[in-house]
């Protein structure tokens, strides 16, 4: 299995995120490149599916909205996500639960 490459930084955890806009389901779906595949099933239009990543992270990490910051790839579907407050550690603890799930 592939794993999650994680960033830690002053202010939290930097995660990359591989997004799948306007999909059937919605949740995180495995892992790309190094990097969460994510699908939502918002469409990619006016930053209606980066608002649903940055609300199915928060949920699934267990953070206030306020505490995920899109840093890159607004427009993409390879994006970079700050996970502001957060400890490496307890984000692939928290990540090797959330695989498993699925």
Same mark, same amino acid.
């Given at each position: 299995?592939? +794993?999650?490459?994680?960033?830690?930084?002053? #202010?939290? &955890? @930097?995660?990359?995120?591989? *997004?799948? !806009?306007? %999909?059937?389901?919605?949740?995180?779906?495995?892992?790309?490149?190094?990097?969460?595949?994510? =699908? @939502?099933? *918002?469409?990619?239009?006016?930053?209606? =599916? #980066?608002? =649903?990543? &940055?609300?199915?992270?928060?949920? *699934?990490?267990? /953070? !206030?909205?306020?505490? @995920?910051? /899109?840093? %890159?790839? *607004?427009?993409?579907?390879?994006?970079?996500?700050?996970?502001?407050? =957060?400890?490496?550690?307890?984000?692939? &603890?928290?990540?090797?639960?959330? /695989?498993? +799930?699925?």
């Amino acid at each position: 299995m592939q +794993e999650v490459q994680l960033r830690q930084v002053d #202010n939290g &955890v @930097v995660l990359g995120i591989r *997004a799948q !806009p306007g %999909s059937r389901r919605q949740g995180i779906i495995g892992v790309h490149d190094g990097a969460l595949k994510i =699908a @939502v099933t *918002a469409k990619a239009e006016g930053g209606k =599916a #980066n608002e =649903a990543i &940055v609300a199915l992270i928060a949920k *699934a990490f267990r /953070l !206030p909205k306020s505490h @995920v910051q /899109l840093l %890159s790839g *607004a427009q993409s579907r390879h994006k970079r996500v700050l996970l502001i407050d =957060a400890q490496d550690s307890q984000i692939q &603890v928290q990540l090797t639960s959330l /695989l498993a +799930e699925r």
